[in-house]
């Protein structure tokens, strides 16, 4: 199993940028995809993105694409997520999570481990 942590998140302004961190420990991240979701208030969790660890290989949500940027620091067991151009829709809790496959996956079932997330507030 592996655990995984996620920061950076906060209060901001639309229009503003944030980066997001998932800290990996337990495990070694390379044979892992990483994904990215998120979860607004009465709303099921939605994927924004992920990442194959190993090789860098992404997949996007197609709203995501060209404001939302995943990367991974494999020497550090970390993963991010940069979003830009944020507005009040992007209010959530965002959450990491890991799947054995390797592979990146749209779908939250194909994860098998979870951070508790970190809560992203854009303020109009």
């Known amino acids: 199993q592996i655990q995984l942590v996620e920061s950076g998140g906060g209060l901001v302004q639309t229009g503003d940028s944030l980066r997001l961190s998932c800290s990996a420990s337990?495990?070694?991240?390379?044979?892992?995809?990483v994904g990215w979701f998120r979860q607004a208030p009465g709303q099921e969790r939605k994927f924004i993105a992920a990442?194959?660890?190993?090789?860098?290989?992404?997949l996007y949500e197609d709203s995501a694409k060209g404001r939302v940027t995943v990367s991974k620091d494999s020497t550090r067991s970390m993963v991010y997520l940069q979003m830009l151009n944020l507005k009040p829709d992007d209010t959530a809790v965002y959450y990491c999570?890991?799947?054995?496959?390797?592979?990146?996956?749209?779908?939250?079932?194909?994860?098998?481990?979870w951070g508790p997330g970190t809560q992203v507030t854009v303020s109009s």
């Open positions: 999570a890991a799947t054995p496959t390797g592979i990146p996956q749209r779908a939250s079932s194909r994860y098998d481990d």
């Open positions: 337990g495990r070694s991240l390379s044979r892992y995809a």
């Open positions: 990442i194959r660890v190993i090789n860098g290989v992404t």
